[in-house]
């Protein structure tokens, strides 16, 4: 990792400067930036004085926000016990959780952001070593572009049952100026040896492949917009299906004797689970002018607008998806689990005794959230993690040991996400919405529960005559999602 070694500091800055501007700090440099090293800010929120003049006033107003959001709450506990509802202190108490939501949620996202970068330059480091690639820097890059370009067209080639030759570096560079031309004038106004550069990876449809650098900051930009993707497991593949082993029994074991043989004992059976790949697309547009004139570069601009559409619907559809579509892990069957599991297939819940919501404080409400957790196996705990949403981490907050200290803890620490009974959250506002019977929490070991697969390669068809003057880039994607353990995630239902 050395040739990345000092990305992290840029990053820090950039996340430490935006979570500041998101809190509404005002920032501003309290000394000379000294070159080659981090600088140091100040911060000043609002009116207030005293708020610490370093990096780490962003992470001392979250703790700020968490000290009144306690002192608030045991508030609005006393006047309930005096019988009286008190308007002022309830809007005192909303405006703290909406502050402390902000700073938690601008926190996680630009650590969402930082362990992306640091993921891709690991998988570079993977993919130098697996090609083969000694080269360093900017030469190593374009080596493994060009490898990476040959993989995804071989496999697009050998789908159509055609021959191929990989380029060379002159063959890519010719494919690249190709393809941005295609993308600026279509395929009308390419010259002969353009098409026939661009035929390589073609569709008969007349669709191209997006280059494999445009291709990887689209795949980075959905890595950083989804958080399942964050969390699962993720495969790419260059078929049309991913599939692996159940291995679901276990060996029989007895007593032998000296001269005896023990019984015959029970001989494991596997099985085998499928995930294919469906076709997902969207369509950004803009003008014939501003692709003539702009001096913009379309294909980053085309990978910022797929980023944005695949990320959100991908994310929906990895929560919510159907049985016959990209399997959202909501979808599946559940039935009550005690601790002792259910049937493969089938997703183990527990009921928190209210319709909607947990019961009153009264009948320890916090205790369903122990069973939830005890219903994991010890093996998938190390990893695991609560993903639900806001609405479900404002009632979490609330929740209290019987020694009085808070279940909830957010994150003073830089890396370090918010807590739940010793356990990280990932927030996920597309699971179900808190109701009667509603599976708007889950806990486990996503990583090992769920696998998302993508299918090499992202393909764009530009078209310039069914709704001018503007062209639109019918841009598709192949991706896949669904359960393959279902006892490493358990539910928490919202239901008597």
């Known amino acids: 990792m050395k040739r990345y070694g000092h990305f992290a500091v840029g990053m820090l800055a950039i996340t430490i400067i935006a979570a500041v501007a998101v809190l509404g700090f005002d920032v501003h440099p309290v000394a000379p930036i000294d070159p080659?090293?981090?600088?140091?800010?100040?911060?000043?929120?609002?009116?207030?004085?005293?708020?610490?003049?370093?990096?780490?006033?962003?992470?001392?107003?979250?703790?700020?926000?968490?000290?009144a959001f306690k002192k608030t709450h045991q508030e609005e506990i006393a006047g309930v016990k005096k019988g009286f509802d008190d308007v002022i202190t309830k809007d005192k108490l909303k405006k703290v959780e909406d502050a402390l939501d902000a700073g938690v949620e601008a926190k996680a996202k630009m650590e969402a952001a930082i362990a992306a970068e640091v993921k891709e330059r690991e998988e570079l480091e993977k993919k130098f070593n697996r090609l083969g690639i000694s080269k360093d820097g900017d030469a190593g890059k374009r080596e493994l572009e060009i490898k990476s370009?040959?993989?995804?067209?071989?496999?697009?080639?050998?789908?159509?049952k055609e021959r191929y030759t990989p380029l060379d570096e002159a063959g890519f560079d010719a494919y690249k100026a190709a393809h941005a031309r295609y993308l600026r004038k279509g395929d009308r106004l390419l010259t002969a040896d353009e098409v026939k550069t661009l035929s390589v990876g073609s569709d008969p449809d007349g669709g191209y492949f997006v280059t494999p650098d445009t291709g990887g900051r689209i795949v980075k930009k959905v890595y950083e917009t989804s958080p399942i993707r964050q969390?699962?497991?993720?495969?790419e593949i260059s078929t049309d299906a991913l599939e692996g082993i159940e291995d679901l029994g276990e060996a029989g074991a007895g007593y032998a004797g000296e001269q005896a043989q023990g019984s015959d004992t029970t001989t494991p059976q596997v099985g085998k689970w499928r995930i294919p790949v469906f076709w997902i697309d969207t369509e950004p547009k803009t003008t014939q002018q501003l692709l003539d004139d702009a001096a913009v570069n379309v294909e980053e601009w085309l990978s910022n607008k797929v980023a944005n559409k695949l990320g959100r619907f991908e994310s929906n559809e990895f929560v919510n998806g159907s049985a016959d579509k990209i399997r959202g892990f909501c979808s599946y069957t559940t039935a009550a689990d005690d601790g002792s599991g259910v049937t493969w297939g089938t997703i183990g819940h527990v009921v928190t005794g209210a319709n909607g919501g947990f019961v009153a404080a009264a009948s320890f409400p916090q205790d369903k959230l122990f069973d939830l957790v005890g219903c994991v196996k010890d093996e998938y705990l190390s990893g695991a993690r609560f993903v639900t949403r806001r609405s479900v981490i404002t009632l979490l907050r609330k929740l209290k040991?019987?020694?009085?200290?808070?279940?909830?803890?957010?994150?003073?620490?830089?890396?370090?996400?918010?807590?739940?009974?010793?356990?990280p959250i990932t927030r996920a506002e597309d699971m179900p919405a808190l109701a009667t019977g509603s599976l708007s929490l889950a806990?486990?070991?996503?990583?090992?529960?769920?696998?998302?697969?993508?299918?090499?390669?992202?393909?764009?068809?530009?078209?310039?005559?069914?709704?001018?003057?503007?062209v639109k880039f019918y841009t598709t994607k192949r991706v896949g999602g669904g359960v393959v353990n279902f006892e490493a995630i358990k539910f928490l239902k919202f239901s008597t």
């Open 36 to 67: 080659g090293r981090l600088p140091l800010y100040g911060a000043e929120f609002g009116a207030l004085a005293g708020v610490p003049q370093e990096l780490k006033a962003v992470f001392d107003r979250i703790g700020e926000a968490f000290e």
């Open 149 to 160: 370009h040959n993989i995804i067209l071989e496999a697009h080639n050998a789908e159509k």
């Open 231 to 235: 969390i699962a497991a993720v495969q």
């Open 401 to 423: 040991a019987t020694t009085g200290e808070m279940l909830w803890q957010p994150s003073l620490v830089l890396g370090v996400p918010e807590m739940f009974l010793g356990y």
């Open 443 to 470: 806990f486990g070991n996503f990583a090992e529960a769920y696998q998302v697969v993508d299918r090499q390669g992202i393909r764009v068809l530009r078209d310039n005559l069914t709704s001018k003057p503007f």
